[in-house]
């Protein structure tokens, strides 16, 4: 049995649902961003009492097939930013279809009706959290951000991050009030 989470973005997310799951004495088969494999067949009474506790700790599960394919998309473009941007070796459409065995332009519409905004908005959007994140640590040169975020140059990740934020990286840079969103409220 399989069941779809939304919410999760992150190793430590992936991290507290195991842990969470196997303090109610359910030990899952596997545990990745988005799902938990499980060997039985849970029982309403646990599923309800699941859900209460991964509401409480800012998780949800995810029932319907079009939430479930969204949550997929979303959580595609949060790894491939997150931790495997470079890697890309095709454009982001070719790898959300191949990824998900589904014709893109499908995707792409479902996407845009229930989230009210597009595929690449919402993947230039987490890249821009990125950057953020990473002008804040102070360790990369923007150079360095640029290549390792998959920008095709400084120019054109600086642009793009005008364009979002209303500033440029530098001026970003030195603004150390500002907050980063987190990437749930994207």
Same mark, same amino acid.
């Given at each position: 049995?399989?069941?779809?989470?939304?919410?999760?973005?992150?190793?430590?997310?992936?991290?507290?649902?195991?842990?969470?799951?196997?303090?109610? @004495?359910?030990?899952?088969?596997?545990?990745?961003? @988005?799902?938990v494999e499980l060997k039985?067949?849970?029982? *309403?009474?646990?599923?309800?009492?699941?859900?209460?506790?991964?509401?409480?700790?800012?998780?949800?599960?995810?029932?319907?097939?079009?939430?479930?394919?969204?949550?997929?998309?979303?959580?595609?473009?949060?790894?491939?930013?997150?931790?495997?941007?470079?890697?890309?070796?095709?454009?982001?459409?070719?790898?959300?279809?191949?990824?998900?065995?589904?014709?893109?332009?499908? =995707?792409?519409?479902?996407?845009?009706?229930? *989230?009210?905004?597009?595929?690449?908005?919402?993947?230039?959007?987490?890249?821009?959290?990125?950057?953020?994140?990473?002008?804040?640590?102070?360790?990369?040169?923007?150079?360095?951000?640029?290549?390792?975020?998959?920008?095709?140059?400084?120019?054109?990740?600086?642009?793009?991050?005008?364009?979002?934020?209303?500033?440029?990286?530098?001026?970003?840079?030195?603004?150390?009030?500002?907050?980063?969103?987190?990437?749930?409220? =994207?």
């Amino acid at each position: 049995m399989k069941l779809y989470i939304k919410n999760m973005v992150c190793s430590r997310c992936k991290m507290v649902v195991k842990s969470l799951f196997e303090n109610m @004495g359910i030990n899952p088969i596997a545990v990745e961003l @988005g799902e938990v494999e499980l060997k039985n067949d849970i029982q *309403e009474n646990q599923k309800q009492e699941l859900l209460k506790k991964l509401r409480a700790i800012g998780f949800d599960l995810i029932d319907d097939k079009k939430s479930k394919i969204i949550d997929k998309i979303k959580t595609l473009i949060i790894d491939l930013v997150q931790n495997k941007n470079n890697d890309l070796k095709t454009n982001l459409s070719d790898y959300i279809s191949q990824e998900l065995h589904q014709d893109y332009n499908t =995707l792409s519409n479902l996407f845009s009706e229930v *989230e009210n905004t597009t595929i690449e908005k919402y993947f230039i959007n987490q890249k821009i959290e990125k950057v953020k994140e990473l002008i804040i640590y102070d360790e990369l040169s923007l150079s360095e951000i640029a290549y390792s975020l998959n920008y095709s140059s400084v120019s054109h990740l600086s642009n793009q991050f005008k364009k979002i934020t209303g500033f440029s990286p530098t001026y970003f840079k030195n603004l150390k009030s500002l907050k980063r969103r987190q990437i749930e409220d =994207l």
